[in-house]
């Protein structure tokens, strides 16, 4: 099992930038894991944003951010964050980290663990 905490969120004009982390922590070793990232904004359903593989070898993002947002992950440190930058008015949301066994399932949503989410606000 792993425990997982997001910090860094708050409220930025558009076009401005934010860094979230998430840290984990548990039995298992953080590395075995693939982390993602997904947000969910008032009265939509939570959604896909960005997840890498255990050694940060393979990375996939949600098309309504690539190019802007970056993640990555610290294995020594048990930490993924996710870089979001140029933000839009249309990021604000509640932003989830999870972990998950397999890649695949943890980018169609089916992650085995979330986090409490942190929120975003973006301003126009």
């Known amino acids: 099992q792993v425990q997982l905490v997001e910090s860094g969120g708050g409220l930025v004009q558009a076009g401005g930038s934010l860094r979230l982390s998430c840290a984990a922590s548990?039995?298992?070793?953080?590395?075995?894991?693939?982390m993602g990232w997904f947000r969910q904004a008032p009265g939509k359903e939570r959604d896909f944003v960005a997840a890498?593989?255990?050694?940060?070898?393979?990375?996939d993002y949600a098309a309504s951010v690539k190019g802007r947002f970056t993640i990555s992950r610290d294995n020594a440190k048990n930490t993924v964050y996710l870089r979001m930058n140029s933000l839009k008015p249309e990021d604000t949301a509640v932003y989830y980290c999870?972990?998950?066994?397999?890649?695949?399932?943890?980018?169609?949503?089916?992650?085995?663990?979330w986090g409490q989410g942190t929120q975003v606000t973006v301003s126009s």
């Open positions: 999870a972990a998950g066994e397999g890649y695949s399932k943890l980018v169609a949503g089916g992650s085995d663990y």
């Open positions: 548990g039995r298992r070793t953080f590395s075995t894991y693939a």
């Open positions: 890498i593989g255990w050694n940060g070898g393979i990375t």
